[in-house]
C-alpha cells in the first residue's frame, strides 16, 4: 500500500550566522530527508519604529509553529535589538512577528512578517522587552472560531511587571488585534512583585502555553511568581491557566493548576 508524505516543519535557535536567529527547516518525506528555509527575520517594516523603510533587527529567536485546517503553516519570531552595551546603537525595540507558509509546506514564507506586538524604543530609553511568545491555531473544524491564530508572550514592562499577553488573528495571520492581558487580577497572586501592579496583582509570570478545545475555547497556562510561600526555604511558584470563550477577546480569571519548584529544590 502506497502511503504519501507527510510534511513536517521544524523551528529552532539558530547561531550558524553568528547571532541567534529564527531558524527552520523542513520535511516533505515524513521526517526522512530535510532541508534548511531562510526566515526573512532580519527585516520587518518600520511603522513602528519611527517611520523609516524597514527596521533591522539585530537578534532574535524563540520561534513556535503551527499549522491550521487548510494546510498553511505559521511561525512565531521574537526579533529585537541588544542596545548600547552589545552595539553602538542605542535602539532596544523588539517585536513578536508571525511569517505564513502557502502552499511550499515550509520551504517560503512571506515578507515582511506580521507584527502581533512591537514596542518602540529606538532611543533606548526604557527596560522594556517582548519575550518568549507561543502561538496555537484553532484546528477543530466544528469551531467558531477555526483557524483563528492565537499568540501568547510576556511584557516585561518598565515598571517592573510581567504580564502575560495575547493577540489573535481571524484573517490567517495578515494583521492581529490590539494586546488583552491574560494574567489578570486573584487572590491566587498573594505577593505582587510591584506596587503598581495596573493590570492585576499576577504580575510576575512567564513561558505562557496557549492551546485550543474542539469547541474553540482558548485555554492558556504559565508559570506564576507571586503565591505566598511559608519561608525564606519555601522556593515552590505556581502555573495558572485562563480561559477565553470569545476567540481571545477576554478571559476569565485565573485558576490554579498545581505547583512547581525552581532549582535547587529545597522542600
Known amino acids: 500500500m502506497l502511503v504519501s508524505s507527510i510534511a513536517i516543519v521544524a523551528v529552532y535557535n539558530d547561531y550558524r550566522r553568528g547571532d541567534s536567529t529564527c531558524g527552520v527547516s523542513y520535511s516533505t518525506t515524513s ?47 521574537l526579533q529585537f535589538k541588544r542596545g548600547l552595551g552589545v552595539t553602538e546603537d542605542p535602539d532596544q525595540s523588539s517585536g513578536i512577528y508571525v511569517y505564513r507558509s502557502t502552499g511550499t509546506n515550509g520551504a517560503s514564507w512571506n515578507f515582511t512578517a506580521r507584527p502581533a506586538a512591537e514596542h518602540d524604543d529606538v532611543t533606548g530609553a526604557g527596560n522594556f522587552l517582548l519575550d518568549k511568545p507561543l502561538m496555537t491555531v484553532d484546528d477543530g473544524m466544528h469551531s467558531p472560531f477555526r483557524d483563528r491564530v492565537y499568540v501568547t508572550w510576556t511584557t516585561f514592562a518598565d515598571d517592573g511587571t510581567a504580564y502575560i499577553d495575547e493577540a489573535s488573528s481571524a484573517d490567517y495571520g495578515e494583521h492581529f488585534s490590539a494586546p488583552v492581558v491574560v494574567s489578570t487580577d486573584s487572590s491566587l497572586c498573594a505577593k505582587p512583585l510591584t506596587a503598581t501592579h495596573p493590570d492585576g496583582r499576577c504580575d510576575s509570570n512567564q513561558f505562557s502555553d ?19 510561600v511559608s519561608g525564606g526555604g519555601d522556593n515552590h511558584s505556581q502555573v495558572l491557566v485562563a480561559k477565553s470563550t470569545d476567540g481571545g477577546a477576554t478571559f476569565s480569571a485565573p485558576v490554579k493548576a498545581g505547583d512547581f519548584n525552581d532549582l535547587p529544590d529545597c522542600k
Open 210 to 228: 496557549p492551546f485550543t478545545a474542539p469547541d474553540g475555547t482558548l485555554y492558556v497556562v504559565w508559570a506564576n511568581f507571586n503565591n505566598a
Open 31 to 77: 521526517g526522512r530527508t530535510w532541508a534548511d528555509a531562510t526566515m526573512p527575520n532580519s527585516f520587518v517594516s518600520g511603522a513602528a519604529y519611527g517611520g523609516t523603510a524597514r527596521e533591522y533587527m539585530q537578534g532574535s529567536g524563540d520561534p513556535s509553529v503551527e499549522w491550521d485546517t487548510r494546510g498553511n503553516a505559521y511561525y512565531t519570531c
